[in-house]
């Protein structure tokens, strides 16, 4: 389609979008949080698997926490660079927190960061040199964002988190997008009893209330990773199949569909190639506020105990773990997920707005 001037409405509705100064700067901060999710495992502190490498003697420490530590060398067992990136490494150095150490001929005798805890000794004998070891193994590590109840560095467990938020509503939402085109466009195309199946589906589906639903499924499919991706999918289709079947009706009256018809074009055809790439701004903007719903939804089944389980770090979690600790003086350990969460779900909210008002040709 043309507008008056010769320019599409694509480029008239990019212009617009481009114009509106927090659309773009949201836009940028989701493809920023895309690039860490896709980085995680290698720009995170802590490059355990999950993040999950704990110190107990070290929990519940403020952001900007330092401390000298003793990184004892393991026998690490062969790992692809892919497997590293994608779930992290296997095994790890161990990190002993010290407030000291003492080095002697053949042997160094630290003293851990707790004071309960009883002194060890590291065997020097596999090192060339005592310099070696001091230079390669003993330094002070910063936790920018401090430690959690288990000592686990927090800023490599936000960081992993945002790889598990966006993966779900990526997921999620695509999900929702084959279900909801795909039963909307058939409704709207067909009408009469086809049509009617289609609303009565949906509107029993929307009477249940979505957390609800969600749980329901979470509890048929096992709690777990790959189920909460599911199970939220499964419940926000609905959205999208009426907004399509709308949109569907409106259009298949139109004189071009009608000339498709006269064409001899196949019903599949008319849909896949006339129809849906004329009514996919709606669905655009409701995909974006899809998505920031199944990061809240996602959130929410974590802090209730049925979403992605520990060790996993979800914001959701992370939050569950720590939110008594706001009444304790330590209230950043829940604030910076709950932050986290919030500037996200905000980001892609505005996002959506932006696009209905870019897509908003009466505007």
Known sequence: ?????????????????????????????????????????IISPDKSTHANQMNLSIHSQSPGFETLVLEVPLKNQKQSSWSSWFIGEAQVNDIIPIQNYTIQSNYIQVIPFDDTAPRERIDLNKYETVQQLKDEFIYTKTYWLGTDRYGRDMLSRLLIGTR?????????????????????????????????????????????????????LTLALGK?????????????????????????????????????????????????????????????????ANFAAAILIESGLSFLGIGAQPPIPTWGNMIKEHYNYIVLGKAHLAIIP???????????????????????VKG
């Open 164 to 216: 598990i938020s966006l993966s779900i509503g990526f997921v999620a939402v695509f999900i929702s997008l084959v279900i909801g085109i795909f039963i909307g466009a058939v409704g709207g195309y067909f009408g009469g009893f086809i049509d009617q199946a289609v609303m009565w589906l949906i509107n029993v589906t929307w009477s249940i209330p979505t957390l609800l639903l969600v749980i329901a």
């Open 224 to 288: 777990g990773f790959w189920q909460v991706f599911i199970a939220v999918g499964l419940t926000m289709w609905v959205e999208v199949a009426r907004v399509v079947r709308g949109q569907v009706k409106s259009v298949k009256t139109m004189p071009y569909i009608t000339a498709a018809h006269a064409m001899g074009f196949s019903n599949f055809r008319i849909i896949s190639k006339h129809i849906l790439p004329n009514i996919m701004a709606p669905v655009i903007v409701i995909s974006a």
């Open 1 to 41: 389609m043309k507008s008056p001037k010769g320019q599409s409405l694509l480029r008239l509705a990019l212009q617009k979008f481009k114009s509106r100064f927090w659309g773009v700067f949201c836009l940028g901060y989701i493809l920023c949080c895309a690039l860490v999710a896709l980085l995680a495992y």
């Open 338 to 360: 709950g932050l986290a969460i919030m500037s996200l779900v905000m980001a892609f909210m505005l996002v959506g707005n932006t696009l209905r008002d870019a897509f908003d």
